[in-house]
């Protein structure tokens, strides 16, 4: 049962929080739980929706924390001082110049770029997943990045977990705020609630600012994708020391 409810404690552990810091929030409406019997109830589908929609307000050593709680799925085992996301990205799955200048076509040209894998098997099923995602919330980030992803994960719509990465070099309004342009987009396909936040987590480690405009200086899918794996290198190592 995937989605069985969760207690406090069970919630504190999950997110890697202090169980007074989990009641303090809970009981002023900050988290996603109701009270049943006097005992706070958190449901599991709507935990991976909170933790998807707060992950890039989390610092770096919660990111780690995180990380490691969420590498024990039995469906997608994590090793964590291992090659999360990069792992997922085939160059195939790249494109540093998506034909694309609205919001709707970017996530359109995204699931094509993610059938271009041959991994894909429900392109269509793909994008209604992630088109309600951003109806929902919108998944980009105050660095010009954005990851759509859909709201639950997929195990059917694709052979493999993946990731694709592309670039609307203008940028687009993509929902980060009325002014700000996003020009990186990272659309999200796993499995398993548990290794999809694992990657959440380590993206969230990987693009900082500057290496965000350190990807996009780069011209070709090739160094793109040395680019993130250098910096995805730099991290693991970081969070080993």
Same mark, same amino acid.
């Given at each position: 049962?995937?989605?069985?409810?969760?207690?406090?404690?069970?919630?504190?552990?999950?997110?890697?929080?202090?169980?007074?810091?989990?009641?303090?929030?809970?009981?002023?409406?900050?988290?996603?739980?109701?009270?049943?019997?006097?005992?706070?109830?958190?449901?599991?589908?709507?935990?991976?929706?909170?933790?998807?929609?707060?992950?890039?307000?989390?610092?770096?050593?919660? #990111?780690?924390?995180?990380?490691?709680?969420?590498?024990?799925?039995?469906?997608?085992?994590? @090793?964590?001082?291992?090659?999360?996301?990069?792992?997922?990205?085939? /160059?195939?799955?790249?494109?540093? +110049?998506?034909?694309?200048?609205?919001?709707?076509?970017?996530?359109?040209? #995204?699931?094509?770029?993610?059938?271009?894998?041959?991994?894909? !098997?429900?392109?269509?099923?793909?994008?209604? +997943?992630?088109?309600?995602?951003?109806?929902?919330?919108?998944?980009?980030?105050?660095?010009?990045?954005?990851?759509?992803?859909?709201?639950?994960?997929?195990? !059917?719509?694709?052979?493999?977990?993946?990731?694709?990465? +592309?670039?609307?070099?203008?940028?687009?309004?993509?929902?980060?705020?009325?002014?700000? /342009?996003?020009?990186?987009?990272?659309?999200?396909?796993?499995?398993?609630?548990? !290794?999809? #936040?694992?990657?959440?987590?380590?993206?969230?480690?990987?693009?900082?600012? @500057?290496?965000?405009?350190?990807?996009?200086?780069?011209?070709?899918?090739?160094?793109?994708?040395?680019?993130?794996?250098?910096?995805?290198?730099?991290?693991?190592?970081?969070?080993?020391?």
């Amino acid at each position: 049962m995937p989605y069985r409810s969760m207690s406090l404690e069970e919630f504190a552990r999950h997110v890697c929080m202090d169980v007074r810091d989990v009641r303090r929030l809970a009981e002023r409406g900050k988290l996603p739980g109701n009270k049943v019997g006097g005992q706070w109830r958190f449901n599991r589908a709507k935990v991976t929706e909170w933790l998807q929609q707060e992950m890039h307000k989390l610092d770096e050593p919660r #990111l780690i924390a995180l990380e490691g709680s969420m590498g024990g799925s039995v469906a997608e085992p994590v @090793d964590e001082s291992g090659m999360i996301v990069t792992d997922l990205i085939g /160059l195939d799955g790249i494109d540093i +110049a998506l034909p694309a200048r609205t919001k709707a076509s970017v996530l359109r040209e #995204l699931v094509r770029l993610a059938a271009r894998t041959g991994l894909l !098997y429900d392109a269509d099923g793909l994008l209604e +997943a992630v088109q309600q995602r951003e109806e929902l919330f919108s998944t980009a980030l105050p660095n010009g990045v954005a990851i759509p992803h859909p709201r639950q994960p997929m195990p !059917y719509v694709s052979a493999e977990p993946l990731i694709c990465v +592309a670039f609307v070099p203008g940028g687009i309004g993509f929902g980060a705020s009325s002014t700000e /342009l996003t020009r990186a987009f990272f659309l999200i396909c796993c499995h398993d609630d548990h !290794y999809h #936040l694992c990657v959440l987590a380590r993206l969230m480690r990987i693009l900082s600012e @500057d290496t965000v405009e350190q990807l996009l200086q780069t011209t070709t899918r090739e160094q793109l994708l040395e680019a993130l794996i250098v910096r995805e290198k730099e991290v693991v190592r970081r969070a080993k020391k």
